[in-house]
């Protein structure tokens, strides 16, 4: 439980805005990208250009990208602090998650990854698995054809289900219809081969996966092997100690790269 406490006590002083944020210096490789004075400028030739809608980006709290907004600052010394220690255990893969419903973690996912889109030498790819009640298609105000859900299904490509938002360096991998197997779904063998191809097909993208609350299902257990960190999401006034200690105790195995905690003065 030490190391979430800790973790929180550093949260508290990044939503004080004590902490400056940096950005990684390690360039991009991969395949059809183009490096300029922009920095990394993604060629999306398969990948389906949705642009986002503002008005739902904003009304759905995802302010990353908003410079007028001071919670962008939260989540600007979040991407320095995750991409710092990313880069020092070389990984590329994490899970966020939250002890349970309203902690805010789908929202902190989606506004690191906006947040790391607008680091130019960085590209990130935003996943949903929350499949029970996927939410990511519909923050950024996007509808797509098909998601996550149906390449594990088998009925598409991955390729098929890949969105970019209209935000350079940015691509979600959304889930769009709600399925009661979802647990079985996401500790599948193919979905573990997904991993393990996203990884391996662009070394320097950083992959997110917003995962369901860690207390109400088996779910997002069942899948953190398959990745290499967790971001953990409490909310002050909304999660309990109680909570802390059994997600510390679920967590106790797998390598958290940090804390954010929301909605603290």
């Known amino acids: 439980m030490e190391h979430i406490e800790k973790a929180l006590a550093r949260a508290r002083e990044m939503r004080s805005g004590h902490r400056s944020s940096s950005a990684t210096n390690e360039s ?29 980006t904003s009304e759905e709290r ?27 255990l070389d990984i590329s893969t994490i899970a966020v998650t939250g002890a349970s419903h309203g902690d ?4 902190t996912a989606a506004n690191l990854a906006i947040s790391i889109a607008l680091d130019v030498n960085q590209t990130v ?25 149906n390449y594990l299904h088998g009925e598409c490509d991955i390729k098929d289900c890949l969105v970019n938002p209209g935000m350079r360096r940015l691509v979600v ?28 097909r662009y070394h320097d993208r950083i992959i997110i996966f917003d995962t369901p609350p860690l207390l109400e299902s088996g779910e997002t257990l069942g899948f953190l ?37 929301n909605g603290s003065r």
């Open 173 to 200: 991998l959304p889930a769009c219809v709600s399925k009661g197997e979802s647990a079985e779904l996401i500790s599948s063998p193919r979905m573990a081969a997904l991993v393990r191809e996203l990884r391996n």
């Open 225 to 261: 092997p398959n990745v290499e960190g967790v971001l953990f999401v409490a909310r002050s006034g909304h999660t309990t100690k109680t909570e802390l200690d059994r997600a510390a105790d679920l967590l106790r195995n797998y390598q958290i790269i940090g804390t954010l905690l």
């Open 62 to 88: 995802l302010v990353a990208d908003d410079l007028r907004n001071p919670v962008a600052d939260v989540y600007r010394v979040l991407r320095a602090q995750v991409l710092q220690r990313m880069k020092k």
């Open 125 to 149: 790819l935003l996943v949903d698995l929350n499949l029970r009640e996927p939410s990511i298609h519909r923050k950024f105000g996007l509808t797509p054809a098909k998601g996550i859900e």
């Open 104 to 107: 805010g973690a789908t929202t």
């Open 28 to 56: 991009a490789r991969r395949p059809n990208t183009q490096a300029s004075v922009h920095g990394v400028m993604p060629d999306y030739t398969e990948t389906a250009v949705l642009p986002t809608n503002a008005r739902k």
